[in-house]
């Protein structure tokens, strides 16, 4: 059985940076992005979204504009401890800002230089 790391596409980078993400119309859940690559992330929130709910989520990135992106929940833990990391819900990024692709860029050459 093939498990989900397996099939990435690209690299998984360890970050801690505050997210805000929007589920439809519900009010805005604040929380930390603690990995992500050029196709989604992990987001560590208290209030999870089962798999298949649409997101839209906001990256502050260390004084730069704010990365914006659109998404769909994939995964979601609910207990963190249960299963060696923390809660909260993996996402699929299927649209992105050009300041998502500058910010990745970034990153990508960092991890190439193995300063990441």
């Known amino acids: 059985m ?4 397996d ?6 980078v360890a970050i801690d940076l505050p997210i805000e993400l929007r589920f439809t119309l519900d009010p805005a859940v604040r929380g930390r992005a603690s990995n992500l690559s050029r196709e989604g992330l992990f987001a560590e ?3 999870l979204r089962p798999p298949g709910t649409l997101v839209r989520l906001r990256l502050d990135v260390d004084g ?7 998404g ?3 995964r979601q833990v609910e207990d963190g401890r249960a299963s060696g990391g923390p809660r909260g819900v993996g996402i699929l990024l299927t ?3 050009e300041a998502w692709e500058r910010y990745w860029d970034d990153v990508s050459v960092r991890i190439r230089s193995g300063s990441a």
């Open 7 to 12: 099939r990435r596409r690209s690299p998984r």
């Open 72 to 74: 769909v929940v994939v």
């Open 64 to 70: 730069a504009e704010p990365v914006m992106a659109v």
């Open 45 to 47: 929130v208290d209030q």
């Open 2 to 5: 093939t498990s989900s790391r």
């Open 95 to 97: 649209s992105t800002s």
